[in-house]
């Protein structure tokens, strides 16, 4: 059912040494070279990168500060929570690993998330089975095969995006997705309770790809937008995003639980500042979600440019959430096998589809929460989950959970959400605006780049790209442990 994939240099995972300091010399450890997927040499900033101070732990912030270490670059990473990883959090539930951020590597072949973990020796896995759905429509209290759904979504996805091409040809004004996707319905969509499906599917694959609403996502950038190669399952890391970022973070110096308030620049520096705390360098790199930086928790001195600003209050920033169940044994594997990769689709119709996932690897199911779904949700994770299964099973679980972890990205004072996106009206290029840097100070994350925004791999080619705007190279290296 399952094929494990391993890197030429084996299994060896090395957990992250936080907070200690290794000098270029001291890095016994394989190096390779990275790009941002470019050769091209960023902008350059003023000055030469004598210290640098980075802010957030997450894949972007790790990724720089990895390559400039491995540069001889003198290097601290501040990080608001007391763990590394960001909005990539591996968890344990009931002993079973799961991860409550990102879990997939999308769209795999030609990733540079790919390339880590090759050259990082962590295994992964493919699920062969994950693009066989089978679903159950609440509302008409009916249980799908995976013939009736085989290939629905993308049978309304391509003739939209033929829309969407054909209007920005013409010259006419960005949509909402839904309003292309109803229009279509409108005019070709099949009758009843089979449109109302395509577009609950239809909001789900937009909003699980774009964390924010149906009816505010741009249909020019999310539907014409190129991706790398891979299935709709992708590869999955063994031990979860963790066996990822444990190498990339082992032997920097890392601080923890210091939540960021101001970062000011000087005339030949910058200096971020916390509660009782500070950091001075040559240049800083802010990895801070987008979230964070609409909301004004962190101060800029002088302030960011008003155009730079402008953006930032504009470009959209919306949740995607995660619900995970723990029990004793997959009872369903043998009852209802459909129901490792399964489509729900609630009664309300306004209410985006809900998929369920098992990775076969232990007995948890995982619900994967839209926007416009992830309200009911946050009231009780726990009997919302239950409920659902049980709607779908129409009786009660045949065993009670064991244990369940939940998310509230949009809550999160260090987060504020999940990941970014375009808003109708607006333009993709906004994103890559905000991976320029202001002076001294530069930005990397998720959402400072058109062409992978709200991947990890985005983030970590953003990472990438700062090394190289700070070391004026067309590649930098990374290291990873051995062991």
């Given at each position: 059912m399952y094929s494990v994939g391993?890197?030429?240099?084996?299994?060896?995972v090395a957990r992250a040494i936080v907070g200690r300091r290794h000098a270029v010399g001291v890095f016994d450890v394989p190096a390779r070279a990275f790009d941002d997927g470019s050769t091209e040499i960023p902008t350059p900033v003023p000055g030469e990168p004598g210290r640098v101070v980075v802010v957030g732990a997450g894949i972007a912030g790790l990724t720089v500060a990895n390559a400039l270490t491995a540069a001889g670059v003198d290097c601290v990473v501040v990080e608001a929570r007391d763990r590394i990883g960001?909005?990539?959090?591996?968890?344990?539930?009931?002993?079973?690993v799961a991860d409550l951020g990102g879990a997939w590597i999308h769209h795999p072949e030609g990733n540079v998330l790919s390339d880590w973990v090759e050259h990082a020796a962590v295994p992964w896995i493919v699920d062969p089975t994950g693009t066989r759905f089978t679903g159950a429509d609440l509302g008409e209290g009916r249980r799908l095969g995976p013939e009736e759904l085989a290939g629905v979504g993308y049978a309304v996805?391509?003739?939209?995006?033929?829309?969407?091409?054909?209007?920005?040809?013409?010259?006419?004004?960005?949509?909402?997705?839904?309003?292309?996707?109803?229009?279509?319905?409108?005019?070709?969509?099949?009758?009843?309770?089979?449109?109302?499906?395509?577009?609950?599917?239809?909001?789900?694959?937009?909003?699980?790809?774009?964390?924010g609403p149906f009816d505010a996502i741009s249909a020019r950038w999310a539907l014409t937008e190129d991706m790398f190669v891979g299935d709709v399952v992708d590869h999955v890391p063994v031990g979860g995003y963790r066996s990822i970022l444990s190498p990339l973070a082992a032997?920097?110096?890392?601080?923890?639980?210091?939540?960021?308030?101001?970062?000011?620049?000087?005339?030949?520096?910058v200096r971020v500042v916390g509660d009782g705390w500070s950091e001075s360098g040559t240049h800083a790199v802010v990895t801070a979600p987008l979230g964070v930086l609409k909301s004004g928790a962190v101060e800029f001195v002088p302030p960011l440019p008003p155009q730079r600003q402008a953006i930032i209050d504009r470009t959209g920033f919306g949740t995607l959430e995660k619900v995970v169940l723990a029990f004793d044994e997959p009872f369903w594997r043998d009852r209802d096998p459909g129901l490792q990769h399964s489509v729900i689709y609630p009664a309300d119709r306004r209410e985006p589809a809900i998929w369920t996932w098992d990775f076969g690897l232990s007995p948890t199911l995982m619900f994967l929460v839209a926007h416009g779904a992830a309200s009911s949700m946050r009231r009780d994770p726990l009997a919302w989950a239950v409920e659902q299964l049980e709607a779908v099973y129409g009786e009660p679980l045949p065993i009670a959970p064991t244990a369940f972890a939940s998310t509230d990205w949009l809550g999160d004072r260090y987060a504020r959400g999940a990941y970014a996106h375009v808003c109708f009206g607006e333009r993709a290029s906004d994103l890559d605006a905000l991976g320029e840097p202001v002076d001294r100070i530069c930005f990397a994350g998720e959402y400072t780049g058109s062409e992978r925004a709200g991947y990890a791999d985005g983030a970590m080619s953003s990472g990438l790209r700062e090394a190289k705007r700070l070391l004026q190279q067309a590649a930098v290296r990374l290291v990873a442990p051995v062991g």
């Open positions: 391993l890197s030429p240099h084996g299994q060896a960001g909005r990539l959090h591996t968890v344990e539930v009931d002993g079973h996805f391509e003739p939209v995006a033929r829309r969407v091409r054909a209007d920005l040809a013409a010259g006419r004004p960005d949509r909402s997705v839904a309003e292309v996707v109803d229009e279509y319905l409108a005019e070709a969509g099949p009758p009843g309770a089979e449109r109302d499906r395509l577009r609950q599917l239809m909001a789900a694959m937009v909003e699980q790809d774009g964390a032997g920097l110096a890392i601080r923890l639980g210091l939540a960021v308030r101001r970062i000011e620049q000087t005339g030949d520096g």
